[in-house]
């Protein structure tokens, strides 16, 4: 299947130019093609087949009056619940788990006609940024296969990315969708928090994760971000339309920079295709202001003490006993401790004693107290700064994708995400779509640019990436 | 951050570390800590840390049976380790006696 979108596959679905079997055929064909290198999925679904030939009836019966996304082949990040499929959130300690149940959005998604071919890469639990973290090896980026494709939805930025299935869902704690989209050149989209259920995502920090698109176009991501939204009796932090102030659609908006914190860390040849953009906007009538954000400056800092301390707490459920890896010992501590010991792989380790670090008795109140402080006066700021501006601009990352192996100390593997986290610790939503490419090492490499909005803004997002994007792309 | 400190977090995070993984943490996790530290400076004019809700709170919903019986039961049971009939079988947390 050629880069194509979920619109134009339906469009053509309808016409009866192309059919669902076709379409999954060669999704198919492209992993069996391309993913021996590429390594984008963790496990294909040939029962995909079945549906796509129900698909086709369908269509035959009832043309245009089917769901929207009937007979488009998609992919799922392997942390999200599928019944009956492995689910391993690329760790050993899940290496032969079997979902009993479906996720709220898989059910959402599977409503609405979509066909699962395959379950994508991950870094191990959503903690890394480059998907090198996975316990089944690194996948590597279809735009050059030397570089990552960024994490930890790198195996679902892969499988659009070469061309595999149009939509690949990912989960985004700090910048997980956004900054692999922006590696791989696509639209990735991080709700509102609440926007999306979590039912049926492996949680890795509750108060952060949400669920969402990565795609070829905004439209499509707005399409399928739509079907998964909505309040839901399983998760309770989902909200509803009218939990935030509405947030209105306009033909021209301000836009704000946060000039000083792009000053430092950030690639030259990214800051000039920022500026190309920023230029861009302004041709198209749209006003660029310089703004400051210092509370979000230090969002990175904060976010190493909050996802820990979610961490540690939501992994403490993997201890052999009931599910997933069980190592066998002489009494249940020597079982929980080598459990967990063979199971999880570096990061997520260091990770689990940050976060028990941070909430042990004694630096609690000055570590995570301090830390949920900060998150506060965050969103103040925030709700502040979009009293001034419709949406603050940044970079999605400081950098074009990296090389495999290139980041091995941990602290410079998390810059990676100085734009993206502070937006998770604040709730709001963000859209990362292509500002460009830069040139390293005679390969043009995308770069993304985030719209980040105020909470409950997810359609103005769209509203405007659209006409920055789809139109011009 | 010392090594007496990594194996202390380490037994309560009921995780067993090697020599390795030790020495590694120690270096990795000092410098982590140093970074994130910087949050204290940041919220030091500000010590009312009033109670931290979400947008939404006290949500509830109807005490209700959603699934069959057995539904699930199946499923659950062939995840787990060790089963014996229809229970998941533990080790023996007490002594008693002998």
Redesign the interface.
């Known amino acids: 299947m050629k880069k194509t979108t979920v619109a134009e596959l339906r469009a053509a679905f309808i016409a009866g130019e192309y059919t669902p079997t076709e379409a999954v055929e060669a999704a198919l064909a492209v992993i069996k093609e391309k993913d021996g290198e590429i390594h984008a999925f963790l496990d294909v679904y040939e029962d995909a087949r079945e549906a796509a030939k129900a698909a086709d009836q369908l269509y035959k019966e009832k043309g245009k009056d089917t769901p929207p996304l009937l007979g488009v082949p998609i992919a799922l990040k392997n942390n999200i619940l599928m019944k009956g499929k492995r689910t391993t959130a690329a760790s050993k300690i899940l290496e032969n ?2 979902a ?2 479906d996720a709220t959005i898989v059910k959402r998604l599977l409503d609405a006609g979509a066909i699962v071919v395959g379950a994508t890469n991950m870094d191990e639990f959503a903690m890394g940024g480059s998907t090198e973290n996975s316990a089944f090896g690194p996948t590597k980026n279809p735009v050059d296969t030397a570089r990552v494709p960024g994490g930890s939805s790198g195996g679902s930025a892969a499988a659009v990315a070469m061309g595999a299935v149009p939509v690949a869902i990912g989960t985004d704690t700090g910048g997980s969708i956004r900054q692999p989209a922006s590696y791989c050149g696509l639209v990735g989209f991080k709700p509102t ?2 926007a999306v259920s979590r039912y049926g995502l492996m949680a890795m920090g509750s ?1 952060l994760d949400q669920a969402g698109p990565l795609t070829n176009s905004v439209a499509d991501a707005e399409l399928v971000h739509d079907i998964m939204t909505g309040i839901d ?1 399983m998760d ?2 989902t ?1 509803t339309d009218d ?2 102030p509405a947030v209105p659609l306009k033909d021209t908006y301000t836009f704000g920079v946060p000039r000083h914190f792009l000053a430092d860390g950030v690639d030259a040849e990214v800051l000039s295709a920022f500026d190309a953009h920023i230029e861009a906007l302004r041709a198209a009538g749209h006003t660029v202001i310089d703004i400051d954000l210092p ?1 979000f400056e ?1 969002g990175l ?2 976010y ?2 909050v996802m820990p301390a979610e961490v ?1 707490s939501n992994l ?1 459920r993997y ?6 890896l ?1 190592v066998e010992a002489d ?3 020597g ?4 459990s ?2 063979e199971g ?1 792989g ?1 990061e997520v ?2 990770r ?3 976060g ?3 909430l ?1 008795s004694g630096y609690y109140d ?2 995570y ?6 998150r ?2 965050m969103r103040q700021e925030l709700a502040e700064t979009f009293e001034k501006v419709d949406i603050i601009l940044t970079p999605t990352a400081p950098t074009p994708a990296f090389k495999l192996g290139e980041k091995e100390d ?2 410079a593997m998390y810059r990676q995400d100085i734009f993206t986290v502070p937006v998770n610790l604040a ?1 709001v939503p963000a859209l990362s779509f292509p500002m460009g490419t830069v040139a390293q090492e005679g390969k043009q490499l995308p770069v993304g640019v985030q719209y980040i909005g105020p ?1 409950g803004g997810d359609k103005r997002l769209f509203s405007i990436g659209k006409r920055v994007y789809d139109t011009n792309k | ?1 010392n090594r007496e ?2 194996t202390h ?2 037994t ?7 020599e390795e ?1 030790l020495v590694n ?1 120690e270096k ?2 000092s ?3 140093e ?6 400076e ?2 030091a004019d ?1 010590a009312s ?2 109670p ?1 809700v ?3 709170f006290n ?1 509830f ?1 109807k005490d209700e049976v959603t699934n069959q019986g057995d539904q ?1 039961t199946k ?2 049971l ?5 089963t014996e009939g229809r229970y ?1 079988a ?2 023996k ?1 007490l002594e008693i006696g002998d």
């Open positions: 788990y079997t009993v149940y928090y609440g108060s009796g309770a932090t909200i939990t935030y509370l230090q800092a904060a190493y003490i540690s403490a201890d052999g006993i009931r599910y997933g069980s009494d249940l501590l079982v929980y401790e080598k967990r010991a999880f570096k380790k260091r689990i004693l940050l028990t670090y941070v042990s000055a570590y107290g301090k830390a949920e402080l900060v506060k006066k941990p602290l709730g909470l | 951050m400190e990594i977090l380490a309560l995070a009921r995780i067993r570390l090697g993984e943490l990795e996790l410098s982590i800590v970074y994130v530290s910087v949050v204290s940041i919220a500000d840390a009033a931290k979400g947008a939404r949500i919903r699930y499923d659950i062939a995840e787990m380790p060790k998941l533990v080790k947390i």
